[in-house]
């Protein structure tokens, strides 16, 4: 069972924030966040092993709240580089950290 | 270092057909895994390996999917007999450990005809 991610898609303006979700009806083990760009293959911008934990990446930050099943990512102040689908990623069992499964992505315009 | 190496980058044939992708994964990651992006399935985990040995391949399709890592720097994902529902861009991707992020090739844009 995959994460969910919400929303679907957002459209911003150089220079305004988003926010990014991707929750599970199972635990959270930990949460891994990647950027594809049209074309391109997925990169990876960070994972979050443990609940509590925010990182960072340029102005991407994200955190992650293990007892909600749930983790966000912020873009703050965007830029037109941060166009792209983002995706969350999770293994959904303890046996098996390396299935990671993907949510289905978030689709980020950012317009002049 | 060059990065995860994938080839080809664009197959065309035709169903029935056998088609092998290849991967080179980055020297020094003992994780390698193949993806397959859709756009009604998304990225689906196929298969990976661990010190080139499988350890899931619950998401292989069917018995026509089979994958191989003969050494550390090399791995190949078959289809024989190819169809056209197999089309499809397939990642490989490798990892130093499961705890730490993937590096993704460039991939296989497949189509079967």
């Known amino acids: 069972q995959q994460p969910v991610q919400s929303p679907q898609a957002v459209i911003l303006r150089e220079g305004e924030d988003a926010v990014i979700n991707c929750s599970s009806s199972k635990a959270l083990y930990s949460v891994h966040w990647y950027r594809q760009k049209h074309g391109e293959a997925p990169v990876f911008l960070m994972i979050l092993l443990k609940g509590g934990e925010q990182k960072g990446h340029e102005k991407i930050s994200a955190s992650f709240n293990e007892k909600k099943q749930q983790s966000s990512l912020y873009l703050t102040a965007s830029q037109l580089s941060y166009s792209g689908t983002y995706f969350c990623g999770a293994p959904m069992t303890t046996d098996s950290w390396g299935k990671l499964q993907f949510g289905a992505g978030t689709q980020v315009v950012v317009t002049p | 270092d060059a990065g995860v190496i994938q080839s080809p980058r664009h197959e065309v044939t035709e169903m029935g057909q056998e088609v092998t992708l290849r991967c080179k994964p980055i020297s020094g990651h003992d994780y390698l895994f193949w993806y397959r992006q859709t756009m009604m399935r998304g990225l689906e985990l196929l298969i990976y390996?661990?010190?080139?040995?499988?350890?899931?391949d619950s998401g292989m399709p069917e018995d026509r999917f089979s994958a191989k890592m003969p050494n550390a720097s090399f791995s190949t994902l078959k289809i024989q007999p190819s169809e056209p529902r197999d089309s499809a861009v397939y990642f490989c991707?490798?990892?130093?450990?499961?705890?730490?992020?993937?590096?993704f090739g460039s991939g296989t844009r497949l189509t079967v005809v």
């Open positions: 991707a490798s990892s130093k450990e499961t705890v730490y992020g993937y590096t």
């Open positions: 390996f661990n010190n080139n040995v499988p350890i899931d």
